[in-house]
């Protein structure tokens, strides 16, 4: 059974730092996309970046610059580095994996929250 577990969450002041850490285990083949989401209340789950099994990238708009996502593909692993936070990140990341496993599909974490504080 494939589970997704992320780490690295919390609470920063405005214009600080975070990474966030998320890693898949279980009897893994191969793991394609890889991609950060979050939400905030009262609003939709939104992308906020992803990696392809190539590495390449794609960001939200309001990420670009700030946060960069990268992979481990030895530890089945994605990051997401976050800087110049503002209040407008906060929400619950969660990151997501296409996984060919069995069963094979979208896995994804349980969510870690982050805070950022004005």
């Known amino acids: 059974q494939v589970q997704l577990v992320e780490s690295g969450g919390g609470l920063v002041q405005a214009g600080g730092s975070l990474r966030l850490s998320c890693t898949a285990s279980?009897?893994?083949?191969?793991?394609?996309?890889m991609g950060w989401y979050r939400q905030a209340p009262g609003n939709q789950r939104e992308l906020v970046a992803s990696?392809?099994?190539?590495?390449?990238?794609e960001y939200a708009n309001s990420v670009k610059g700030r946060f960069t996502i990268s992979r481990d593909y030895a530890e089945n692993s994605v990051r997401l580095q976050m800087s110049s936070l503002n209040s407008e990140d906060t929400a619950v990341y969660y990151c997501?994996?296409?996984?060919?496993?069995?069963?094979?599909?979208?896995?994804w974490g349980q969510g870690t929250q982050v805070t950022v504080s004005s």
């Open positions: 997501k994996m296409n996984i060919v496993a069995s069963p094979t599909g979208d896995f």
């Open positions: 279980g009897n893994i083949l191969r793991v394609n996309d």
């Open positions: 990696i392809t099994s190539g590495g390449r990238t």
